[in-house]
């Protein structure tokens, strides 16, 4: 099932529109180049739509927010949405200022989305609105894995996305299946926009196989946490973070689909 979903991603090569976090721009692109894709960053009002139009799958991520970044994001999304591109979502941040919950909100209310990926604290601001004073560093350790499978189960019927809940455990789920993934390494938290990676992975997985969102999704989060413990088994004794970061880069690269169907970690639950 996961190797098919990458097989179809080298195959169809798709492009995919990121308005991207600043911080982890270069990183997503050379993610989307690593598993076949390939990434536009277009992230101005003016010519958003069009760029969106020329693509085949579209990534909001609204970190390093602006109200001018905001229109942009919508402007995409609503474009994405009229072509029938999927559009995935990663609310970066989103209750630790009024502002990213305020635009969390604005894009829940105006687009459709394929999928959602983000840690428990920013799915329980999407979902209840509460405020999420960590920002980007909170994940699974904050709430009970039982708390945040209901939050996510929730927000996917609520949203019809796809919901990714990203931590120690990874989640899963449509709304109503539900996998819990074991793939990873604690050292991927040292690198700055893992996160944003999966979300541009998730969008080239999702876009090359939109008649399987939820196990697209699976094979994208798999495929992920098995880069980041195959970068670590590469680390030399002066390697660092840095090093890391290209390791899980070139992991992905290098990953085919019979290494990740064999290493993938995952059972479905309730």
Not at 173 to 194: A, E, F, I, Q
Request: proline letters at 4%.
């Amino acid at each position: 099932m996961l190797s098919e979903v990458i097989a179809q991603i080298r195959q169809k090569k798709p492009l995919i529109h990121c308005i991207n976090n600043h911080v982890t721009s270069n990183d997503c692109a050379n993610i989307l180049l690593a598993c076949g894709g390939s990434a536009i960053m277009a992230d101005d009002p003016d010519e958003v739509a069009e760029v969106t139009a020329m693509c085949d799958g579209l990534v909001l991520n609204m970190g390093t927010p602006s109200p001018r970044k905001l229109e942009a994001l919508l402007k995409a999304g609503k474009e994405a949405n009229r072509l029938g591109h999927p559009v995935v979502l990663d609310p970066v941040g989103v209750g630790s200022s009024s502002m990213r919950k305020a635009a969390g909100a604005t894009l829940l209310d105006q687009v459709r989305f394929a999928a959602i990926r983000a840690n428990a604290a920013e799915i329980a601001t999407l979902v209840r609105g509460t405020a999420a004073h960590r920002g980007v560093d909170t994940d699974l350790e904050e709430a009970s894995v039982d708390a945040v499978k209901t939050l996510a189960k929730w927000l996917s019927l609520e949203t019809g996305a796809v919901v990714i809940a990203t931590g120690d455990t990874d989640i899963v789920t449509d709304g109503k299946t539900l996998y819990r993934v074991h793939n990873g390494h604690p050292m991927m938290k040292t690198v700055t926009g893992s996160g944003c990676q999966l979300s541009a992975l998730l969008g080239a997985c999702i876009t090359a196989n939109p008649e399987l969102p939820l196990e697209a999704a699976l094979a994208a989060v798999c495929a992920m946490g098995l880069a980041g413990q195959i970068a670590h088994g590469r680390l030399l004794p002066l390697d660092g973070n840095a090093s890391y970061r290209n390791y899980i880069i070139d992991a992905i690269c290098n990953l085919t689909p019979e290494a990740l169907e064999k290493g993938a970690q995952y059972e479905m639950d309730s």
